[in-house]
C-alpha cells in the first residue's frame, strides 16, 4: 500500500460542523472513509496554523487516493490536500536511475 499525508482546511460550514459534531466524531468519519477504500489510518492530528487537520494513512494507490480526494473536496466540507510519501528505499532507488537535466541558462 501506498502511504499519504492529508492536510486539510475547514471552511466556514465545515468548521460549524466540527464544532457541532466535535473532533473525534468527525476524525472518526476519516477513519471510516479511508477503511471503506481498502486504507488504514496511522495517526489523525488536528493543528492550529497552516491546516486544520493532518492524516497519515496508507490506501492501496493513486487511483484510490484521488477518488478520496475528489469525494472529499467534493463535499465542500474541507479544502483537502493528499501528499504522496516515498519510503527513504524508494529515494534511494529514484537517485540511482540515470536521469540527465540541463538547467537553464543564466
Known amino acids: 500500500m501506498a502511504k499519504f499525508l492529508v492536510t486539510a482546511t475547514y471552511t466556514i460550514p465545515g468548521m460549524a460542523g466540527l464544532a457541532k459534531e466535535g473532533g473525534t466524531a ?27 487537520l493532518y492524516v497519515l494513512c496508507e490506501v492501496p494507490d493513486n487511483v484510490t487516493a484521488a477518488a478520496l480526494g475528489i469525494a472529499v473536496r467534493a463535499a465542500g466540507g474541507v479544502d483537502a490536500r493528499i501528499v504522496p510519501l516515498l519510503t ?8 540511482r536511475l540515470p536521469i540527465t537535466y540541463q538547467p537553464p541558462a543564466a
Open 26 to 52: 468527525r476524525a472518526e468519519v476519516v477513519e471510516a472513509l479511508i477503511e471503506n477504500a481498502g486504507g488504514q489510518v496511522e495517526a489523525v492530528y488536528y493543528a492550529f496554523g497552516q491546516f486544520d
Open 88 to 95: 527513504t528505499a524508494e529515494v534511494d532507488a529514484a537517485v
